[in-house]
């Protein structure tokens, strides 16, 4: 029988390895019966609070964390209601499988789309306000008095009539007996002390000395450990290995077969595993798929920006008929790569499979789908298996998908009772990624005589992500997601701009390489291409393109672009040689605009400052906003100037940051913020602000060169002045 550690609600002892020696750290990883209702230890208030009798005080956190702060955005949600003492608060994660058989009480798991905090909010919320209800009703019942003449603060139940007090912790184990209320009313925002304020991060200290424990971490007793290979074509599949020539290398235990396309070792240690994965023979079968390229997706997509049929995501007016009769037609082609995501953390998965039993640790950004998929692997029922998340080395919409979790668990299978820790290398991490989706844009613009823009047709060719990874969505053929920040109207991403005639439409055309969500989705290229070419616009008529944009804009973009402008000083002087540009959009939920300065000196740019601004309604800790803008530049920034997976032969060029480049710390230009949330809706943070760090990097390009950059990255063109 396989031993198997005990995990309860308090600690999981996980040793890894550090310069050299081994050392063990105290991880709190919920598991089993132990989260659905640990009386044995303490006895939770409710599904979302646990208090100890010291009055440290356990929020549950369903959703994933993944750097971006949503662990502590929601745990200051839920304190707020609560009424705790938030230094005396702390975090574990529930898992999938105690959601599933609790029908699921904290909701769904997904991570991204910058819904973590939005989604999530009501419930957390109520969860908070639920369980101070309940702990101030045991109180006044073990005073014998009524719960409306008691108050909370800081963890701390006053009542002022009889001059007594008493403290969460010595109250809970009695509220957890206490029905909970039907009718449970939320605190006004403006009244919040937790929520709302810059509060420091919950998961900032464990990792700062290193204590934090990732999905690359876990180990367990008597673990194995795999390396993997896939074929390296898209659609090809294994088949042969001469597993003889590997077997007598040290450490190694097994040679398997994972699905119908890769070939894994398992060995005692990872790089005994890689390096017998190096010797292996293997033959593959690339399929017609070998006989891709860049220049083959290029041509495919090329077709798209004429073909007669679309799926059109907007339409008023007849933009088509009025450039036509347009005194004046401006028109510009764009192109945008496949990208990669490239977390520092390669993908990663633990599992242990029995014939009754199947568990997986690991980094995810949806719980509930990775446990669907480690049951399906498995072939067992979900109430037999389970998903212990991790901490994500970034996540970036990659951990999204399960294709690592069925492979681990493909790999355990043949392994039964044995634990297998199984990890990517770098290059299969890049070379067998969900990538960006690569497009191509023909925009087209008319203009009357009095250079009004009358009409506005957006024709997008490229791929679908929905076609990939989630076809049921598929709207009677037409990906909805395509049109992110693009649509007539709508609460996750409204184009702002009013004019008379305008089409938006989508060409799919689905090459090979698999797309994928990836951190800003299609706002990525959305953006450029409408911001981009809405400065065309200004200058092709001669205005400035901050009045051009007011002027066709709708309120609540305009409010944030002129709030930027105002911070960053456009319209006044830029300092010799720095040059300006501006971009705004909406989606996930906000409002978001962008000014950047820019130096290019020799063909060199270097982006200096970037003023970013957001309206996303809701402010739960500005801070972590801040930094939230500050990291999505990062993002944008890298993408636009290095990001690139090119394809020969069918498979990926780019294996690793020797070939596939991103921004280096010292190219980082400063960043400032305007954070102006009206409290009217709850939009995204992580995301939204993406969308304009490119485009006003590139018209601040050209107001420096001249040059309109419409083939990406800039790693590929001469900046040198026009």
Avoid at 37 to 63: F, L, Q, S, Y
Avoid at 183 to 202: Q, S, Y
Avoid at 409 to 431: F, H, N, S, Y
Avoid at 448 to 465: C, E, P, V, Y
Wanted: some cysteine.
């Amino acid at each position: 029988m396989i031993y198997m550690p005990k995990i309860d609600r308090r600690s999981f002892v996980v040793s890894t390895a550090a310069a050299g020696a081994g050392f063990a750290l105290g991880f709190h990883l919920p598991s089993g019966a132990d989260v659905a209702h640990a009386e044995d230890v303490t006895p939770e208030v409710n599904a979302w609070v646990v208090i100890d009798p010291d009055d440290t005080v356990v929020i549950r956190i369903a959703k994933s964390e993944m750097g971006q702060g949503t662990l502590t955005g929601l745990a200051q949600l839920t304190a707020e209601e609560l009424g705790c003492d938030w230094s005396k608060v702390t975090f574990e994660f529930p898992t999938p499988g105690q959601n599933l058989a609790r029908k699921r009480v904290w909701g769904d798991y997904f991570t991204a789309g910058s819904v973590g905090i939005r989604s999530s909010q009501q419930l957390v919320r109520k969860g908070g306000a639920t369980a101070r209800m309940m702990l101030v009703q045991a109180a006044a019942d073990s005073w014998k008095v009524p719960a409306a003449e008691c108050t909370v603060s800081n963890g701390v139940i006053t009542h002022k009539a009889s001059n007594r007090k008493t403290t969460f912790g010595k109250v809970a184990a009695a509220a957890a007996n206490v029905d909970p209320p039907k009718d449970v009313p939320l605190k006004d925002p403006k009244t919040w002390t937790i929520a709302g304020k810059p509060l420091k991060r919950l998961d900032t200290p464990a990792k700062i000395v290193g204590k934090a424990i990732y999905g690359i971490d876990v180990r367990l007793p008597g673990m194995l450990y795999a390396a993997i290979s896939a074929c390296p074509v898209f659609g090809g599949k294994l088949t042969s290995y001469d597993e003889a020539k590997v077997t007598d290398m040290p450490g190694v235990k097994h040679v398997l077969r994972v699905g119908d396309n890769a070939v894994a070792v398992v060995a005692d240690s990872w790089w005994r595993a890689k390096r017998a994965l190096d010797a292996l023979p293997v033959a593959w079968d690339e399929g017609d798929n070998a006989k891709v390229s860049s220049a083959t997706i290029a041509q495919f997509l090329k077709e798209g920006l004429d073909a007669d049929e679309a799926f059109v995501g907007n339409q008023a007016g007849d933009a088509k008929g009025a450039i036509a009769g347009a005194a004046k037609v401006v028109e510009a082609v764009y192109s945008y790569p496949y990208q990669s995501h490239a977390p520092m953390e390669p993908m990663n998965a633990t599992a242990v499979y029995t014939s009754d039993r199947c568990d997986v640790w690991c980094p995810t950004q949806n719980g509930e789908q990775a446990l669907a998929a480690v049951a399906e692997a498995s072939g067992l029922p979900v109430a037999q298996c389970d998903v212990y998340k991790t901490i994500l080395g970034g996540g970036f919409g990659r951990r999204g998908q399960t294709d690592y979790v069925r492979q681990v668990v493909a790999i355990a299978k043949q392994v039964p009772g044995t634990p297998i820790k199984l990890l990517w290398t770098r290059e299969e991490d890049t070379t067998h990624d969900f990538y960006h989706p690569i497009t191509q844009c023909k925009m087209t613009a008319g203009f009357d005589a009095n250079k009004n823009l009358i009409a506005l047709h957006m024709r997008i060719s490229g791929q679908s992500i929905l076609a990939t990874v989630l076809p049921a969505r598929l709207e009677n053929g037409k990906d909805p997601l395509t049109f992110q920040g693009l649509n007539p109207k709508g609460p996750e991403g409204e184009f702002g701009y009013n004019i008379p005639n305008l089409l938006i439409d989508h060409a799919m055309r689905n090459p090979s390489v698999p797309a994928g969500f990836w951190r800003g989705v299609n706002i990525n290229h959305s953006a450029i291409y409408v911001e981009t070419f809405i400065d065309e616009l200004a200058h092709s008529v001669g205005e400035d393109p901050l009045a051009f944009r007011i002027k066709y804009l709708k309120p609540k973009p305009a409010a944030v672009l002129m709030a930027v402008a105002e911070k960053a000083g456009y319209g006044k002087p830029a300092p010799r040689g720095i040059y300006r540009g501006l971009a705004q959009f909406m989606s996930f939920g906000s409002y978001v605009a962008g000014c950047a300065e820019v130096s290019v000196t020799n063909g060199h740019v270097k982006v200096v400052r970037i003023v970013g601004g957001t309206n996303c309604g809701q402010a739960v800790n500005p801070e972590q906003i801040a930094r939230q803008i500050e990291g999505s530049f990062v993002w944008g920034l890298s993408a636009i100037l290095y990001g690139e997976c090119t394809v020969r032969g069918g498979r990926i060029e780019q294996r690793n940051f020797d070939t596939y480049q991103v921004m280096r710390i010292d190219e980082m230009p400063k960043v400032e913020f305007v954070i102006m949330p009206d409290g009217e809706f709850w939009g995204g943070v992580g995301e939204p602000t993406i969308a304009v760090a490119a485009p006003a990097v590139l018209n601040a390009i050209f107001a420096a060169t001249g040059k309109r950059i419409r083939n990406f990255p800039l790693k590929n063109n001469n900046l040198s002045a026009a």
